[in-house]
Each structure stands twice: as structure tokens, then as C-alpha cells.
Nanobody
Framework: QVQLVESGGGLVQAGGSLRLSCAASGRTLSSDAMGWFRQAPGKERTFVAAINWNGGSTTYADSVKGRFTISRDNTKNTVYLQMDILRPEDTAVYYC????????????WGQGTQVTVSS
């Protein structure tokens, strides 16, 4: 059974940065495309970014392009999300997951990590 554990969230002022990590157990991620998603209070979960199996291709939601960077280290079975120039509207719980097709999540969701951006 795959377990995905997100970490690195916190409280930051607008304009600040955070780096999220997604560690996996129960499965090697090195052959999987992976994505980050977020869910703001009272809203649906939405796609943020995705990366292919070797890091050679990435995609981003328009709202985070130029500010967020997804990366991975297959030797550590970990995926990262570097978030810069954070805005209050980035406040959400952030989740990672394996993705297929049009960035459709595959596994059950983990607990996520809370990111709060103050103005």
C-alpha cells in the first residue's frame, strides 16, 4: 500500500517562500508522474503542478506559473514544490499524488500540509 506524506508547510508572509516535500513509502516513484494539488477552505481540490518520471517535463496551473517549481529526487523517492512570491490566495492544504492522463490523481489522498500566507 502506497503512503504519501507531505511536509514543509507553515505560516509565511506574502512574498515569502516555502519548500514542500512529498515522501513515499510502499512504492518506488521513479517511474511515475507526480503532481501537487491544493484545497483552499470551502473550495474543491485543484491541480497545481506535475512532473514526469525523470523530471524532464513539468506543467503548472496558470495561477502559479513563474512562482512555483516542481522537482524530484528519485534517489530519495521524494517530490518537491518550491513556492516563491507567495500570495494570500495560495493559502490551502497542499497534497501530492501520482498522476496519470490529464493529471488525474491515482492514490488515496494523504493528510496534506497546510500553507498559510498572511497579507
Amino acid at each position: 500500500q502506497v503512503q504519501l506524506v507531505e511536509s514543509g508547510g507553515g505560516l509565511v508572509q506574502a512574498g515569502g517562500s516555502l519548500r514542500l516535500s512529498c515522501a513515499a513509502s510502499g512504492r518506488t516513484l521513479s517511474s511515475d508522474a507526480m503532481g501537487w494539488f491544493r484545497q483552499a477552505p470551502g473550495k474543491e481540490r485543484t491541480f497545481v503542478a506535475a512532473i514526469n518520471w525523470n523530471g524532464g517535463s513539468t506543467t503548472y496551473a496558470d495561477s502559479v506559473k513563474g512562482r512555483f517549481t516542481i522537482s524530484r529526487d528519485n534517489t530519495k523517492n521524494t517530490v518537491y514544490l518550491q513556492m516563491d512570491i507567495l500570495r494570500p490566495e495560495d493559502t490551502a492544504v497542499y497534497y501530492c499524488n501520482r498522476v496519470v492522463g490529464q493529471n488525474t490523481a491515482v492514490y488515496s489522498w494523504g493528510q496534506g500540509t497546510q500553507v498559510t500566507v498572511s497579507s
